[in-house]
């Protein structure tokens, strides 16, 4: 059996969660950060935002590799109105982790996949409900005081131990820690740059 990219592959991302997802299938890429400033644009959705910079981030990779297909991504939590990103601070971390507690928030991720060379460029936005419990305040400050929710949108990873914070998710956990992955996957496969094989004399 096999999996079969039919153009180099550049995910322009620094998160180490997303090159994890992208791993489970045996994907061969490369890692090419864009190290982009996320900043907001004022009377922007938090869909808006996320594909806006998802395409930002694959856009910049993409204009250094024209050969490759390039796969940038944005992930945010929403509550109540608010976006979340990352927090800067215990202080920060505690505020959002207060806000979520005993809530349900939505988690968005953008991606975008872009070749200059094939003159191509798709995105999709795919979003998931996270439900919290209450969560009492010796918890709180025992995981702002862990190195975890300071290079996580929202404060929290759900791969993580604030695995335990979470009552239910509703939609893509894979979107959660950053990557829809059953979402890449097919349109990887629909642009025609991912083939699967199984031979029933491999197994
Ligand atoms: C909610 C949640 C987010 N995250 C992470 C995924 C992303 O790495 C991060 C959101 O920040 P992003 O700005 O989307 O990504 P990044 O800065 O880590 O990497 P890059 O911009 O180079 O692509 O939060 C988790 O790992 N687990 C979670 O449960």
């Given at each position: ?142 995981y702002?005081h862990s190195e975890e ?55």
């Amino acid at each position: 059996m096999c999996i079969r990219l039919t153009e180099k592959l550049i995910l322009a991302s620094a998160s180490p969660r997303r090159a994890e997802l992208l791993r489970l299938l045996g994907l061969d890429f490369d890692v090419i950060p864009s190290h982009m400033d996320e900043a907001s644009i004022h009377g922007e959705t938090p869909p808006e935002q996320v594909l806006r910079l998802s395409r930002e981030k694959a856009g910049r990779i993409a204009d250094l590799f024209p050969e490759a297909m390039v796969l940038g991504a944005d992930t945010v939590v929403v509550i109540g109105g608010r976006v979340l990103g990352k927090p800067g601070t215990v202080e920060d971390a505690r505020e959002m982790l207060e806000a979520l507690s005993g809530r349900e928030h939505i988690v968005f991720t953008g991606f975008s996949l872009i070749s200059r060379r094939l003159e191509l460029q798709v995105s999709q936005v795919v979003q998931s409900a996270v439900l919290f419990k209450e969560i009492p305040e010796d918890e709180i400050s025992w995981y702002v005081h862990s190195e975890e929710p300071y290079d996580k949108a929202g404060g929290y990873a759900v791969q993580g131990m604030g695995a335990f914070f979470i009552r239910e998710i509703r939609g893509s956990y894979t979107n959660v820690m950053g990557l829809p992955l059953s979402e890449v996957v097919e349109t990887l496969k629909d642009l025609g740059t991912l083939t699967f094989s199984g031979d029933s004399h491999d197994r």
